[in-house]
Structures are given as structure tokens and as C-alpha cells.
């Protein structure tokens, strides 16, 4: 008998292992499978993942000196992804989104901040190593180029930092082609590339510190003018430290031009300063020429229209104080230096292969090279620089001493009056006469005495004021002598026809003058209070400080020493008549009762030192009974020969023996005591 057949059982799959089956799903089917974790199986399925795997490149150093790594191609992360997606998502799902970058508007102080750091980071890889971060220079000038103005701020005062740092102490020349067609070695080409690249943004430098100090005093724009006062601040400072380096003359342009303004600011005031410092530091004397040259070129094409600062600071000149020193004439001065000796040193002749010599010929040429590159000026250089600083100089103080400028005229006589021996001869004569006819005007212009005070007022500010004209008297006489004091110029005067009576005359008229100013032991430096009772004088604050001196007439020196030093070149020479020595005397002794205690001492010195001189042609003065003379001193009158001195005493001493200073007192006694060995 058949076994029937056993009916075939159909498996039920999940559809996890039967997703390709489109049959439906049965309801008999879904309660079989009630029993399995069908939210298990939902979890253990593969999701598509963005993994970003890690870059297996080496870090890498810019050439900031940062150290980045960077990342995989793009092309091996999207095939990574694409291995690790899943093939059955739809395209949509695999796309990016891509997000749109809103530009997010920074603060300005996070701006500062960040500026500072980069400026701080950019300037320290500078300093360390200038010729490996040469780009640096224009990254800092970039930053500089902010609508910030105290970003622009920082970074002028960061360039300033790094190129007194960088800049060496030479003066580079410019790159021709023949340089550039030379085989130079690898360490040389960048050395070069280097000091052109420097040069090229130094240049770039002067320029942006001229465009930013075209501002300075300007009050309509506060960014503007506080960027012009940095600039002008760096300017001054980059002068001062490298002088020697390209592009001087730009810099010295940027002072000059801030002084060509009327308004008297602080910045007027440090450009002053910068000016008068790089005088007395120029060991070279192309600074000074360059300098000179242009500040004669401002007061000429400002028709000397300027202040009287700006003209002083020629006294300033280093080149002025090396050659005011004066021949002996009593004995010849000879070096000592074993160079200058008229006997040639003998040298044992030593016997020299070619290839010797040529040795030391090479050797000559390297010391040569390295003596230029150190720029050490020769000796008969730097007379040449000085001798044309002085004839600009000369020539600036003539023109204006021609044109007869009021607020001037002080300034060029004060320089003519001490550099007055380095004047040419040729040009005594003419200078003697614009001399008189300063003197001669200026004595005009004096009120006499029976003028009331209500008509011929008098103030402070007023350039034709009693102050000034004595201290223009004074300097021109002063000038006047000091022409005779050169070694040449005393042996030649009598072939020169200098007379100089008129000069005297004035200064013996001007004495008591003198005696009675009361800012005769003052001078620019010293402060001075406004007149409370004078409604134009107003008081100081603390913002005009700083700048009182400058509105005053600059007198480097006190009427009380431009006196003494006119009536030692008057009175010291022995060849002074006893007439001339007696009416100074006692104009003198007549003037120590008026002066103040300083002055006083100084004339009692002065008198001293004439009666040392002319003891014996005077000491009649001090005994009434041998008088020379017959009637009445005259004080006032205007001839010193005519006054009859020697019909008076010097009673003014017994007054002076009774001084409430004790040095007048010992003063005058030493003058009797002098007196007593003459006799």
C-alpha cells in the first residue's frame, strides 16, 4: 500500500531577508510572526554616516612662521563617503545642504584687539629674522590700510618699531642692471633681494607718514589730525635714529613743511626739537646741508614771513662750534700727531714676491670697500659739507638783514654776532654799513624824553618796544667788534678802513638804558607773569604752558651778557685812548647802583679785569687831588671824549663798599686793593 504524500509547509521570512517579494503580506503571516523583535531589527540596520577621517598628511610650516596641518583631497573624502553610503537612499538624502555665510559685523574694539595681536606677531618675526619674513613689511602696511584710524595708529607706530630695528647702519644704493648680471653667490642674491625689498617698502613707509601729517592742524577732522600728530611723532623719531639711511631728505621735507604754519602746537614744537637735535648730533654733515638747505628754501619762498624759532635753529649747527677755533698770535700750533712730522720715517726695505703684492694690493682694495660701506667720511669731505652749510647759512642772514624783516632782525644779529668771525672779508664793509643803518634807525625810533607815556605807548607785543631795540643795539655792536677779532681780520683793519666809533658812541649812549631795563638778566627761557593790570596779558593755562616760550622773542642770550661781551672787545685792547676808558668807567660805576645783584657782580668783574688792562691810565679817577681835568662831567652827553671824565671821582664806590650783596661788596674792595698795587 502507497504511503500518501506529505503536504509541503511554506517558510515564512522576514522581510528583512526578503525585501524583493512583492506578494502581500497575509494576516496570518503577521500573527506567526508576533513572537520576533521587530523594532530590534529596525535598530541593527546600517545608517548612512559622515565620517570625516583623519588627514594623514604631515603638519607644514608657512612662511609666517605658523604651523597648519592640512586636510585630505576633496576627492578621497567623497570617496570615502560614497564607499560607506548605502546604495539603496535615495538621491536626495546623499546631497548637502549647503548653508549661505552671513557676513556678521564685528565690534570695533574685537577689530582693535585682533589688530594688536596679528601687528604684535607680524612685528616680533620681523625683529627675529628680517630676511626670512620679508613679506612681512607689506602685511603691516596692509593692516595700516584700515578705515580704523586707531588701527591705522598702531600700525605706523609698529613700522616705526621695525625699522629702526631692521634698518642697518649703512646706506643702501640703488640696484642696477650690472648687479643684476653679476654671479653672486646664494647667501649674497638674498642679501640684496633682501635690502631692495627694505628699501622698496621704507619708501612706501615715508610716503604714507607724508599723506597722513598733510593733516596736522586740521580741527575739522579729530581722526585726521590725531593720525598727522603719530605720523609726525614717527617722523621726527625715524631722524633722529637712522639719519644715514635712504630717503632722508623726505623725512627732513615732512618737518620742514610743518613749520611753514603760523599756529605754534605741540607738533610745531617737537619738529623744532627734531631740527635742532639733528644739528648738534651730525657727525657726517650731510644731514645739516640737507636740512640748512631746505629751511632756507621755506624763508625764501615765505618772503621771511616765519617765526623766529625756525631762524634760530641755525645756532644749533655742530659744524659752527668745530670751526670757531681761533689761530694764536703770539705762537704757531703744530700737531702732534706723528703723521704731520716734516721728517719721513724710515722704513726697511723688504724684499716682496708678485704674488705677495698682488696680495696686498687685493687687501687695500677689500679695506677701501669696507671703509666705504661703514661711510666714514674723510676729513677734507666733511670741511666741504660744512663750508656750504655755511654759505647758505651766511646768505639766508643777509638777505634778511637786507630786507630789514622786524620780527628777524634779532635772530639774524644774534648769529651774526656769534659766528662773525667766519665771515669773509670781502664782506666786512657792507656788512658794517647795514649795520649802521640798523643802529641808526633803530636809534630814531627811540621816544625821547619829553614825550608824554599816553603818546608814545609801549607794549609788550610791539616789535619797535624799548626792550627790543636795546637788544638790537647791542647785538649789532656786538657783531661789529666780534668781525675784528679773528686773527687776519685785527692785522688787516687798517687796510680795511673799519671804523668803529660809531658803534662805540651808541653803545656808551645806550648805558643807562640799560641800567634801568628790568628784564636785563631775563631772557626767552625765563617765565614771565602777564600784567594784571594790562587787559591784552592773559594768564597761562595749562594747555599754553608748554608753548610760552616760543611766543616771546627768543634771546639765547641776556641783554646783561650781550653788554659785557661788547664793552670787553671795546675796553680789554690796550690800544683803547685813557679818555674812551675813563667815560666808560664811570658810566659803569654809575650803572652797578641801578642793577640787579647778578649784573652787579658782573660788572664789578668786568671792571676788574679793565683796571688790570688800564689801571694806571685811570687811577686818577679815585683821587681827588690830581684831577686832569678842568670843569663839570657830563653825563648825558653823546661824545665819549667830550663828557670830561676825568673832572669827576668815582664816588659810586663808597656806595658800592655799602651793597646789601656780599659778593658786590668783596667786589669792590678788590678793585681798591687792585688799585692800591697799581699805585
Avoid at 411 to 431: C, M, R, S, T
Avoid at 523 to 538: F, M, T
Avoid at 543 to 561: F, G, M, R
Amino acid at each position: 500500500m502507497a504511503v500518501p504524500r506529505a503536504a509541503k509547509r511554506r517558510k515564512i521570512l522576514s522581510p528583512e531577508f526578503d525585501s524583493s517579494s512583492d506578494s502581500p503580506v497575509h494576516i496570518g503571516d503577521i500573527s506567526s510572526e508576533a513572537g520576533w523583535d521587530l523594532e530590534q531589527q529596525y535598530e541593527q540596520r546600517p545608517r548612512k554616516e559622515k565620517r570625516v577621517l583623519e588627514s594623514t598628511r604631515l603638519p607644514i610650516k608657512t612662511a609666517e612662521g605658523r604651523i597648519e596641518r592640512l586636510a585630505s583631497p576633496l576627492s578621497e573624502q567623497e570617496s570615502v563617503n560614497s564607499f560607506f553610503g548605502s546604495g539603496n537612499e535615495n538621491v536626495s538624502d546623499t546631497q548637502e545642504t549647503e548653508v549661505e555665510e552671513v557676513p556678521v559685523d564685528v565690534p570695533i574694539r574685537q577689530q582693535i584687539i585682533e589688530a594688536k595681536e596679528e601687528l604684535a606677531r607680524i612685528g616680533t618675526l620681523l625683529s627675529e629674522d628680517p630676511e626670512e619674513h620679508v613679506g612681512g613689511f607689506r602685511k603691516v602696511a596692509e593692516i595700516g590700510a584700515s578705515i580704523n584710524p586707531t588701527i591705522n595708529k598702531l600700525a605706523l607706530a609698529t613700522q616705526l618699531a621695525v625699522y629702526k630695528d631692521v634698518i642697518p647702519g649703512y646706506r643702501i644704493r640703488p640696484f642696477g642692471e650690472l648687479d643684476s648680471s653679476e654671479k653672486v653667490s646664494k647667501e649674497v642674491r638674498k642679501l640684496r633681494s633682501f635690502e631692495q625689498a627694505l628699501v622698496t617698502n621704507y619708501q612706501n613707509y615715508t610716503k604714507e607718514l607724508a599723506k597722513c601729517a598733510r593733516a596736522s592742524g586740521d580741527t575739522s577732522s579729530g581722526d585726521k589730525a590725531s593720525i598727522a600728530a603719530v605720523a609726525i611723532s614717527c617722523t621726527c623719531t625715524l631722524l633722529l635714529a637712522v639719519p644715514h639711511f635712504n630717503f632722508r631728505s623726505e623725512l627732513i621735507k615732512i618737518i620742514v613743511d610743518k613749520l611753514n604754519t603760523k599756529n605754534i602746537d605741540t607738533d610745531f614744537l617737537k619738529c623744532l626739537e627734531t631740527l635742532e637735535q639733528l644739528f648738534r648730533e651730525d657727525d657726517d654733515g650731510n644731514p645739516s646741508l640737507d636740512g640748512v638747505t631746505q629751511l632756507s628754501r621755506l624763508i625764501k619762498a615765505r618772503d621771511y614771513r616765519i617765526s623766529e624759532s625756525v631762524l634760530n635753529t641755525f645756532l644749533h649747527l655742530r659744524l659752527l662750534s668745530e670751526l670757531s677755533s681761533r689761530g694764536s698770535q703770539n705762537r704757531i700750533d703744530k700737531s702732534t700727531s706723528p703723521t704731520s712730522s716734516n721728517k719721513k720715517t724710515k722704513y726697511k726695505k723688504e724684499f716682496r714676491t708678485k704674488k705677495h703684492r698682488k696680495m696686498l694690493k687685493e687687501r687695500k682694495a677689500v679695506e677701501k670697500e669696507f671703509k666705504e660701506a661703514d661711510a666714514i667720511v674723510s676729513h677734507e669731505e666733511r670741511e666741504r659739507l660744512q663750508a656750504e652749510t655755511l654759505k647758505i647759512v651766511f646768505i639766508t642772514y643777509f638777505r634778511i638783514l637786507k630786507t630789514r624783516v622786524p620780527n628777524l632782525t634779532g635772530a639774524v644779529l644774534e648769529g651774526l654776532a656769534k659766528y662773525a668771525h667766519l665771515i669773509n672779508q670781502d664782506f666786512f664793509g657792507d656788512l658794517l654799513e647795514a649795520l649802521k643803518d640798523l643802529v641808526t634807525t633803530t636809534s630814531s625810533e627811540e621816544p625821547t624824553l619829553n614825550i608824554e607815556p599816553e603818546e608814545a605807548p609801549e607794549t609788550p607785543n610791539n616789535p619797535s618796544s624799548h626792550h627790543d631795540r636795546l637788544r638790537s643795539t647791542l647785538l649789532a655792536t656786538t657783531t661789529a667788534f666780534a668781525l675784528l677779532e679773528g686773527q687776519d681780520a685785527a692785522r688787516s683793519a687798517s687796510t680795511l678802513h673799519l671804523d668803529l666809533t660809531f658803534f662805540t658812541t651808541n653803545l656808551y649812549k645806550s648805558l643807562h638804558s640799560f641800567a634801568l631795563n628790568p628784564d636785563v638778566e631775563l631772557s626767552s627761557k625765563s617765565l614771565r607773569l602777564p600784567d594784571p593790570h594790562d587787559p591784552s596779558s592773559s594768564f597761562p593755562t595749562a594747555a599754553s604752558q608748554q608753548i610760552t616760550t616760543t611766543n616771546n622773542k627768543i634771546n639765547l642770550k641776556t641783554p646783561s651778557v650781550l653788554l659785557l661781551r661788547a664793552l670787553s672787545s671795546i675796553l680789554l685792547p690796550r690800544s683803547v685812548p685813557p679818555l674812551r676808558v675813563a667815560a666808560f668807567v664811570k658810566q659803569l660805576y654809575i650803572c652797578s647802583l641801578q642793577l640787579p645783584e647778578k649784573s652787579a657782580q658782573a660788572v664789578l668783574a668786568l671792571l676788574h679785569q679793565i683796571m688790570k688792562v688800564h689801571g694806571r691810565k685811570v687811577a686818577a679817577l679815585w683821587n681827588t687831588e690830581e684831577r686832569k681835568g678842568d670843569g663839570v662831567f657830563d653825563a648825558l652827553r653823546g661824545d665819549v671824549e667830550g663828557s670830561n671824565p676825568f673832572a669827576s671821582t668815582v664816588w659810586e664806590g663808597e656806595l658800592l663798599r655799602c651793597h646789601y650783596v656780599p659778593a658786590v661788596r668783596e667786589g669792590m674792595k678788590g678793585i681798591e686793593r687792585l688799585l692800591r698795587e697799581i699805585k
